[in-house]
């Protein structure tokens, strides 16, 4: 069955009803005005109830009949404009609001009615109150809803300039009586709640006009006629007479009494936050507690939270008024009345809710404390909230609820510092200080959501950087510290590391792993530690490891390296104090790297070889500038567990050679004074390199071992031996284009070492010369290698070396 | 008027004792039109002078005695030509003989007893005329002169509002209260209708004046409905409480007042319907007769009490 | 209170009123209690040849008391309608409204088309029909004949049934 809507016939339908209806409103002004341009004003009356005639019409969509009514309102106000000028030219006409009433129809009759009696109420003050309390009673006889709320609207709008806008007491010094009649701030109200709540009812009960099946259709129609209704709220608005009192005990509660009665939820929704809208904050903050307490009593299709946000939010941006102390207290009150009241509210509107509560305090309540105590308030009441509906079921991130909830989450951690500080540390700092944050992160969240605050709160810290302002209050102490990490970041540190595939982790994972270990860095910054805090450095980075640890190998992989480099960081730094400063330096050095031992031992047992061989050569190197009396031994201790994990744990060939080379670079750079703990490594490492698998391997590793055995003054005997295996090795090539590439880069070696005379290794490359020019005559060299071997040449001819023999 | 005149040798005017100041009042003519004369009540002296124009100057008229007659007369439709005449009162002017030049003759009727509204109904009339006769052997000269009677009634001692509820049972039940009972043919009816039950579909509601004549007596009555005010109260259909009020002036109407058994020939009775009609056009409706009377307006007021002044100083 | 015009404004006379009560807030905006609301939807033909016929959904819904169902659904065809018609005519004093015509022209034999089993010949009868039984079944008087309910509510008719009234207590 179709259920299409014949939109386009319907529609062309309204279209030709509204011209014609037009054409006739055009036609009979046409009369009117020719008549009042004769002086026949009855004719002109008569012509004028003839075009009004068409808004009886009960053939028009409400966007039609707006649309005619604007043409008949425009055509009223030429009879209105020549009614006033024959008046004013001192023409009575006393019974012409009699004669109005004659029309047949009472549409007409009432149109009429009220443009007359405009015109009396305009030049004749005195008769004010009784015409404006007639004619908003007469208009009772429209009881059709459309076509009421028009002709009220017109009644309201007519009679907009004309409303008694004065007190009783300010009229009382003439006694004459006479002012009474042209009427008091009173008769205005009267007059336009009783507008107001006649259209109300009106605007209600269209939803029951036509068919049940149009009824979707219907509430878009009475959505779109809203204004009518409103405007009666913007008038009372703009009565400069009513004041809090008047509001307080008169306006509001007339208004509040027809919103809540009406029980209809489209009504009560727009009404409540059109009062928000058009009425002062002073006036709100006086009459909080009536207003929210009908908010609880509307119907349940009212999504109250619009309401309530609209309201905190106006008075959360209210500028110069002074905001009573118990702002909050009430509103949160109210809150939890509400909550109570209207036991199917969705956790969603209720969590918004609160959250406007929080912008609140954040943007009204400047003392510290007093703010951190209310957000804590709103905390505590949102969890029990949410413990209470949610039964034990968490919240999960990837529902509607979890958003509200991570947004919610976020507000006071991204807005609640009192300096506007939203970033850097601040948050962090927050999200300690507020007691029930974490319990509400911790108790009825899952891991996901908890996740999303974390990395929040990281990423905040991070993106800000180290160069944000320094803030000494905001550092964390040590206990600080210790919570977050191990509460407010254990969806980090804790729990099941995701399995590996294919030899690869989570991107996720590592993401927010490496983001743990940045903010390792940051923590140690001066943003939260003071520069010459050293010792408090290192109760951090020692307490950073006890929380990070039980995380597993695939976590402390990602984390342990920055606690290593802060780590020899902090050694280096207590070096450079020396004993003068610190008498325990030395000491607490040593502790360091006994430290810097066990971590880098711990990450080994996360299967990452080359990481743990590459801290234990920074280690060394750092150890052995280190001034301690132990710098050389425990600067052997490290590379021999480097070369330990080379020989046993690294097999990848090119990782191999890499590490190798690095080891050979960090033996070079130690330079051990004492032989006795250099030789070994020395004569250890063309061994080594000897073993590469690739020919091309040994050659260079050996040739960077060589260096092992020179230093500024002697070329060892050794070091000639590694040449000449590297020249034999080269020679075994049986490709004639390596073997080429290799010869050149010996040659180049050598240069390194061509400072001191050394006849031997002159030889040496006067050979190699030989073999390469013999060998270029077979292979074409590569443009590179040609320029290297240019390049050594050049710079031997500058030495004044000649390779010829 | 015309051809009876230009056959005869005279002209007969009319002219009533301050015609100038009298008040003239319209009256609808059996045509349909409007008719004004001067306007009198009850008691008021009939006075004034009858001149007669000898249509060729010089030339004698004979005739048997001119007379005037004051004339009140019921005139039923369908007894066409049965005209009842309730008051008549005749003076002799001239004697039988004749005229030899134009003249004039005063008349007066005192205080004359007028009881009764000049009305043009559907089936009936009742007017007052003065007729002038100049009689003659073959034709008589004959010249009538309407007038216009109002009838004044002082403010009703007794006048309660009209209060009812009526209603369709488990259907539809209202309260309607005019205030008064009795109108003055100025007044304005000022009421109000009460929705206590609406269960059917209401579609606008009016007030209707209507007015019933009724000739004749026994079985040769006719009733004649004459629907003389239609007036729209209520667009649209209202729910339980709804209170729509109600404020009909009467004085754009044509209305006389309540005239009940006038001569035992005819009344004329005013009622209020009230109607309710419904989306499938269905009325539903509600008739109460109000009484219509006729107040003495300011000016005439004097003339009012003075009259019952002087027939008493009599 | 005395009334103190200027002279210039309208007569004491044009702005008289009578008091009013005052509406009640639930009265003010309680729903209408003249709820009802008759669709004759869904027809369809059934059987075949003589026996063929057509007969539609008459779905109610109201908040009128009189009606023992607030929601009701019954299929009728278009003779239920003429014999709830002649039962009105007969039983009430009410001027009932006339059905869609019997379209007999539709019923001679030998035409191209359908007849009166054309879609666009149902579509017009169902109209009809549905102006038909909203008329009836909104007049206060009809509301009292056993007829109507039973025609409304009851799933079948009882063409044997007692009329009566049914709103006399």
């Known amino acids: 069955m179709s259920t299409t809507p014949a939109t386009t016939p319907s529609d062309d339908k309204q279209e030709k009803r509204l011209d014609e209806s037009l054409g006739n409103v055009k036609i009979q002004s046409f009369h009117m005005k020719c008549c009042l341009d004769r002086g026949k004003l009855m004719e002109a009356l008569k012509h004028a109830s003839n075009m009004i005639t068409e808004l009886r019409t009960n053939q028009l969509s409400p966007k039609s009949y707006y649309e005619l009514y604007m043409a008949v309102c425009d055509q009223l106000r030429h009879m209105e404009m020549y009614l006033l000028d024959e008046f004013n030219r001192g023409r009575k006409l006393a019974d012409l609001y009699e004669l109005v009433q004659y029309a047949g129809n009472i549409i007409p009759r009432l149109y009429l009615l009220i443009t007359v009696g405009l015109v009396y109420m305009k030049t004749t003050p005195g008769s004010r109150r009784d015409i404006l309390k007639d004619l908003v009673e007469m208009c009772r006889g429209v009881q059709h809803p459309l076509r009421g709320l028009f002709l009220r609207n017109y009644l309201l709008q007519s009679c907009r300039n004309i409303l008694p806008d004065v007190t009783v007491e300010e009229i009382a010094g003439d006694g004459d009586g006479k002012e009474e009649h042209s009427g008091t701030i009173e008769d205005s109200i009267e007059f336009i709640l009783l507008n107001f709540a006649e259209m109300n009812k009106l605007w209600v009960r269209m939803q029951h006009q036509g068919h049940t099946r149009d009824k979707d259709r219907r509430e878009k129609e009475r959505l779109e006629l809203r204004l009518l209704v409103g405007t009666n709220l913007v008038r009372l608005s703009q009565l400069e007479s009513i004041d809090i009192e008047r509001y307080k005990n008169v306006v509001l509660p007339g208004i509040l009494e027809q919103v809540v009665s009406c029980r209809d939820g489209i009504a009560q929704e727009y009404l409540m936050e059109c009062l928000i809208q058009v009425f002062p904050d002073e006036f709100h903050l006086t009459t909080l507690q009536p207003f929210l307490h009908s908010c609880a009593k509307l119907v349940p299709s009212v999504n109250v939270k619009n309401i309530i946000i609209a309201l905190i939010d106006r008075l959360a941006l209210s500028k110069d008024i002074d905001l009573p102390d118990d702002l909050f207290d009430i509103f949160s009150s109210q809150i939890s009345n509400i909550i109570q009241s209207r036991p199917d509210m969705i956790l969603e509107d209720i969590i918004s809710m609160e959250g406007s509560l929080i912008n609140f305090t954040i943007k009204k309540i400047n003392a510290e404390s007093k703010r951190e105590e209310s957000i804590d308030s709103v905390l505590q009441s949102t969890l029990n909230v949410i413990k209470e509906k949610c039964n034990k079921a968490r919240i999960q991130y990837r529902t509607n609820i979890g958003k509200e909830l991570l947004k919610f989450l976020k507000l006071p951690i991204t807005h609640g510092t009192q300096d506007g500080q939203t970033s850097g540390i601040a948050p962090i700092k927050m999200s300690l200080k507020l007691k029930v944050f974490k319990n509400l992160l911790k108790d009825v969240t899952d891991l996901e959501l908890q996740k999303q605050i974390t990395l929040s709160l990281l990423n905040s810290a991070l993106d800000s950087g180290i160069e944000d302002k320094i803030i000494e209050e905001n550092r964390l102490t040590l206990e600080e510290i210790e919570i977050f990490l191990s509460e407010l970041c254990e969806p980090l540190v804790k729990g099941a590391a995701p399995e590996e595939l294919d030899g690869m982790l989570d991107e996720d994972f590592v993401d927010e792993q490496l983001l743990l270990s940045r903010f390792i860095h940051y923590l140690l910054s001066p943003i939260c530690v003071a520069e010459d805090d050293l010792d408090f450095k290192y109760l951090i980075i020692s307490s950073c490891k006890k929380i990070l640890a039980p995380g597993g190998a695939k976590r402390v992989r990602f984390t342990f390296p920055a606690l290593v480099f802060e780590s020899l960081d902090l050694a280096l730094k207590y070096s450079k104090r020396g004993s003068e400063e610190d008498a325990k330096w030395d000491k607490k050095c040593t502790k360091i790297y006994q430290f810097v031992n066990q971590t880098i031992s711990a990450l080994n047992e996360s299967n990452c070889p080359d990481i743990c061989l590459r801290l234990y050569l920074q280690a060394a190197l750092n150890a052995s500038k280190v001034g301690l009396k132990t710098c050389e031994t425990l600067a052997d201790e490290f590379v021999t567990k480097a070369v330990s994990i080379y020989e046993e744990e690294i097999c990848e060939t090119k990782e191999r050679f890499s590490s190798l080379i690095l080891i050979i670079g960090a033996i070079k750079e130690i330079d051990f004074k004492s032989a006795e703990l250099k030789q070994p490594f020395a004569s250890q490492m063309p061994l080594l390199a000897s073993k590469l698998i690739q020919k091309p391997n040994q050659v260079r590793a050996i040739l960077s071992s060589s260096l092992l055995f020179c230093d500024d003054s002697t070329i060892s005997p050794e070091a000639i031996k590694c040449i000449k295996k590297c020249v034999k090795i080269a020679s075994s090539m049986m490709d004639n284009d390596l073997k080429l590439q290799l010869y050149i880069e010996i040659l180049a070696h050598i240069t390194l070492l061509v400072s001191q005379e050394n006849q031997e290794l002159l030889e040496q490359m006067k050979d190699l010369n030989e073999k390469i020019l013999e060998q270029k005559n077979e292979v074409i060299l590569s443009e590179s290698l040609e320029k290297q071997y240019n390049a050594t040449l050049n710079f031997l001819q500058s030495q004044n070396i000649s390779l010829d023999k | ?314 | 209170m005395s009334k103190t015009t200027n002279g210039e404004g309208p007569t004491q006379e044009s702005t008289r009123r009578l008091t009013i009560k005052k509406q009640t807030l639930d009265d003010a905006y309680a729903a209408p209690a003249n709820f009802l609301e008759i669709d004759v939807v869904n027809p369809v033909t059934h059987g075949v040849a003589r026996n063929r016929y057509t007969d539609y959904e008459v779905r109610l819904r109201t908040n009128l008391p009189i009606f023992k169902l607030k929601e009701s659904s019954v299929r009728r065809r278009y003779s239920d309608f003429e014999w709830l018609r002649n039962e009105l005519e007969r039983d009430s004093k009410i001027m009932v409204p006339p059905l869609p015509g019997k379209a007999w022209k539709r019923l001679m034999p030998f035409r191209g088309d359908d007849g009166i089993y054309e879609e666009d010949f149902i579509e017009e009868r169902r109209k009809g029909l549905e102006s038909f039984i909203n008329k009836v079944a909104g007049h206060p008087l009809a509301q009292n004949e056993k007829c109507l309910h039973m025609f409304l509510q009851e799933s079948t008719l009882d063409r044997n049934y007692v009329p009566g009234k049914i709103r006399n207590s």
């Open chain 2, 1 to 314: 008027m015309s051809f009876l005149t230009f056959r005869s040798g005279a002209d007969i005017d009319i002219i009533l004792d301050g015609a100038e100041n009298r008040k003239l009042a319209e009256i609808k003519s059996e045509d349909g039109k409007k008719d004004r004369y001067y306007l009198y009540y009850d008691g008021e002296t009939v006075s004034g002078k009858v001149n007669i124009t000898l249509k060729k100057p010089g030339t004698k008229l004979d005739h048997l005695g001119i007379k005037v007659e004051f004339i009140g007369e019921i005139e039923l439709y369908a007894d066409r030509g049965n005209h009842h005449e309730f008051s008549s009162l005749v003076k002799d002017l001239a004697r039988p003989g004749d005229l030899i030049q134009n003249t004039s003759y005063s008349f007066e009727f005192v205080n004359v007893e007028k009881p009764y509204e000049s009305y043009t109904g559907t089936n009936v009339r009742l007017r007052y005329f003065i007729r002038v006769t100049i009689v003659r052997r073959l034709s008589d000269i004959i010249k009538e002169m309407d007038i216009i009677v109002h009838t004044l009634a002082s403010y009703p001692e007794v006048n309660s509002p009209i209060k009812m509820e009526v209603g369709i049972e488990e259907c539809l039940h209202i309260e309607f209260e005019y205030n008064k009972s009795k109108y003055h043919l100025k007044d304005v009816i000022v009421g109000k209708i009460y929705f206590l039950l609406v269960r059917i579909k209401i579609k606008h509601m009016e007030i209707a004046i209507i007015k019933k004549e009724s000739t004749g007596i026994g079985q040769n009555t006719f009733n004649e409905n004459e629907t003389i005010a239609k007036y729209e109260i209520m667009d649209g259909a209202p729910v339980r409480g709804e209170s729509i009020p109600l404020r009909l002036f009467l004085a754009g109407y044509e209305l006389t007042p309540t005239m009940k058994d006038i001569n035992k020939k005819f009344s004329v009775r005013y009622f209020l319907n009230l109607v309710l009609v419904d989306e499938e056009e269905r009325r539903y409706f509600k008739q109460q007769e109000i009484i219509l009377w006729r107040k003495g307006e300011k000016t005439r007021k004097q003339i009012q009490s003075q009259a019952p002044q002087s027939s008493e100083v009599k």
